[in-house]
């Protein structure tokens, strides 16, 4: 299959390589914001990241929302995945206002949580980016672990994979993997109404760029740094790597043969354009400019008033001055000691260390973690930075035990002297992500 027919996104773990890959978030990494201001007006033309819009669903002159088409295809995947997984496992349902279609093997708080994560990504996109909601319904498949590993038996590292041709997303958990994939799924609407199928940077940058943020009260966006932004330092210190005239140029195969270097870059230079408050300015001459030029050379010559060279001399300057994301656990850190696997909607304790800080606070084998002081932690790879740098005297986390939730404190004493982890082997099933902790003995206190 040819890639630029860009029917399927794909997001594996290894090596934050693939068709739509993944990463994490950092909380005491400095954000980035760029503010919504509502509604953008409809694109010129027609897209696609399949050719041609269906005859008769051309939007109106000044028509931002397009309309609703009855498309059976999302509907179809939920009975065939129905017919295909008997039993209980799976709850099916659909939410007609903002054309979802579920099937999720996670418990209820979870799948509303997805939920409400999904309709405000799409609503934030849709008024910032992509101008609507999808104009079809998407199926939107959370697998337990068994059916992961045949859904993607061929590529043991896949956590996640859009594919637009089915109108169906299937995701190993619903933390980076699944906000990646259903940017893919609401830019591959945005491409089909407009006729342009746009290049792999942007895509896969894009799809990226929403892998962590942060929705604010006021209506704006912080992205957030994760651990690519340290392979994009990388990039961004020597001249001799990877250049911005190279990125916008690749083909679809070029790219993903770099695709250790393409992601973190294609990602950081969003990041760059939202911190200088123009994300949305850019996208709209992309599109405006896409005949003309679909590299996005010149929508970024015009948007920022330079050169291309120009541009990423300042990219460059400003992706260094920003610290890398702490993803070790070293002197001085806290960890809360345990071992933890995916679940789906969090992370599973597969041991806790005796004499923790974990043991202390009661913490058990098959405790499902799926919050730290309030923030989400979805996969082993969100738990390991938001645990990487765990500064505070205590930690909340909020603990799934036979089917009810508690949040637990974990109060920290000094910390053991310990050598620095790298975080990595995000592949593999657990992950060793805390050492040993003398907890606080309560006459301390």
């Known amino acids: 299959m040819r890639p630029v027919a860009l029917a399927i996104a794909v997001l594996t773990l290894a090596g934050f390589s693939s068709g739509a890959w993944s990463a994490h978030d950092d909380s005491d990494a400095p954000g980035v914001r760029d503010r919504s201001r509502g509604t953008a007006p409809a694109g010129p033309g027609r897209k696609g990241a399949s050719p041609a819009r269906p005859s008769g669903d051309a939007p109106l002159p000044g028509e931002t929302a397009p309309r609703r088409r009855n498309d059976a295809r999302a509907r179809q995947q939920q009975d065939a995945w129905r017919e295909a997984h008997p039993g209980k496992a799976y709850r099916y349902e659909t939410d007609d206002e903002h054309r979802l279609v579920f099937a999720t093997c996670i418990e209820p708080a979870s799948h509303e949580e997805m939920r409400r994560m999904l309709v405000a990504q799409a609503e934030q996109q849709a008024a910032y980016l992509f101008d609507a909601l999808p104009d079809t319904e998407v199926f939107i498949a959370v697998a337990t672990p068994a059916d992961v590993r045949k859904e993607f038996s061929d590529s043991p590292t896949t956590a996640g994979m859009y594919e637009h041709p089915r109108r169906r997303i299937i995701t190993a958990d619903i933390g980076t993997p699944l906000r990646h994939e259903w940017t893919h799924a609401m830019h591959f609407g945005h491409m089909e109404r407009l006729g342009q199928p746009h290049v792999m940077w942007v895509q896969e940058g894009l799809a990226a760029l929403y892998e962590s943020y942060q929705l604010l009260p006021d209506g704006g966006i912080r992205f957030l740094p994760t651990q690519r932004h340290n392979e994009a330092r990388k990039v961004a210190s020597s001249r001799r790597a990877l250049s911005l005239?190279?990125?916008?140029?690749?083909?679809?195969?070029?790219?993903?043969?770099?695709?250790?270097?393409?992601?973190?870059?294609?990602?950081?230079?969003?990041?760059?354009?939202?911190?200088?408050?123009?994300?949305?300015?850019?996208?709209?001459?992309?599109?405006?400019?896409?005949?003309?030029?679909?590299?996005?050379?010149?929508?970024?010559?015009?948007?920022?008033?330079?050169?291309?060279?120009?541009?990423?001399?300042?990219?460059?300057?400003?992706?260094?001055?920003?610290?890398?994301?702490?993803?070790?656990?070293?002197?001085?850190?806290?960890?809360?000691?345990?071992?933890?696997?995916?679940?789906?909607?969090?992370?599973e304790v597969t041991d806790v260390e005796r004499g923790s800080a974990a043991h202390a606070a009661g913490l058990r084998r098959g405790d499902v973690i799926v919050a730290i002081d309030g923030d989400a932690v979805r996969s082993p790879r969100e738990w390991a930075q938001a645990t990487g740098a765990l500064r505070g005297a205590q930690v909340t986390v909020t603990v799934r035990r036979d089917g009810k939730r508690a949040d637990v404190v974990i109060a920290f004493d000094r910390q053991a002297a310990v050598p620095s982890v790298p975080a990595r082997g995000f592949d593999r099933p657990g992950i060793r992500t805390a050492l040993l902790h003398r907890a606080r003995p309560e006459s301390e206190s």
């Open 245 to 347: 005239a190279q990125l916008l140029a690749m083909s679809p195969d070029d790219f993903m043969g770099r695709s250790q270097a393409t992601y973190p870059v294609a990602r950081s230079v969003f990041e760059f354009m939202a911190d200088q408050g123009k994300l949305r300015a850019w996208y709209r001459k992309y599109v405006d400019t896409f005949a003309k030029d679909r590299t996005g050379r010149t929508a970024i010559e015009d948007c920022f008033g330079c050169t291309l060279d120009e541009f990423e001399r300042d990219w460059r300057k400003w992706t260094l001055a920003r610290p890398a994301v702490d993803v070790t656990v070293g002197d001085g850190d806290r960890s809360i000691g345990v071992d933890v696997r995916a679940a789906t909607d969090g992370v």
